[in-house]
């Protein structure tokens, strides 16, 4: 696909071992993390880009009262203090694009919502802004299933190890592979990865690392993961989190009885949506109501038996997002 123009790649990646693409995906999909700059860049030569998915629900208009902000997932989106050359320019136009919707829609402040990762980055971008500006331009942040940057996903302590292991060392540059460890703060002491050699806590994150032959990934870990941990600074505008519980197949703990971190791991599970742990959706609401301020103008959602990528498709449970989208609309 070299020279023809942009190309579908993620979408497409269940294609791979078919069509012999593996080692073309790897190049593509690879980041570079650069310690001086304690940032992460494409390979040289590759560059990409996100598509637009449209949608149309409940009256509103794509590219008239609907705006999507696409993102690259293999990024993290910073902390005040970090560098992103990536998220800079992503929240360059994220701004201008909010902007331009409230101009083009008599003035008003826009409702803005994130899934999953995507929650992620809508946290972080309010953050991000000056409080005059989210005063002026955000009515309302939804955040569904949002994977935190404090660390509070517990699951992210296999790196992707149960991937294939061809595949492995391209999962491993990414960004956003090291940002959702589990915080100490939160799981405290309690073993997350079991060996009969030792156990791994929270506080051991940088020794799993280095055990599971990941090194590398020690630096970028301390210096740009380890801060979101202990960086929360609450949005302070209206924010509604929309989780799902009740789903008893959430990891909570790997186990590698014989220490091999090639091999698949027993799974202990705990409650949460399958992939967020419920233990970390309750530290995020703790922290939120923390401040006083915030408490005030925050709602916390818990829908039983919503999974994490279900809730935003199965009916009953996007029923249930969008009357939150239109109450907040209504406000």
Known sequence: MKGK?????????SDLPAHHYVQCFIEQMTLVYDPAANDYRNLPGVE???????????????????????????????????????????????????????????NKKVILFGHSFGGMVALEFVRSTPMSWRDRYIKHLILVAPVLAEGLVVNAADVRLRLALILRPMWRSFESSIVNFPSPAVFGDRPLVVTARRNYSAYDVEDLLADIGFGAGVEPFTRRAVPKMSSFQAPMVPTTCINGVGNNDTPEQLVYWDGDFDAEPEIVYGDGDDTINLISMLAFDEKMRRQQEQNKLYKSIKLHGAGHGTIVTEDWALKRVMQEILEANRI
């Open 5 to 13: 123009g942009w190309f579908g790649l993620w979408a497409n990646c």
């Open 48 to 106: 990409t880009r996100v598509l637009r998915h449209e949608l149309e629900k409940a009256g509103y208009r794509d590219g008239d009262t609907l705006f999507a902000a696409q993102y690259d997932l293999r990024y993290a989106p910073p902390v005040p203090g970090q560098s992103s050359e990536v998220f800079s320019r992503y929240f360059r136009r994220l701004t201008r694009l909010i902007e331009d919707a409230s101009e083009k829609n008599e």
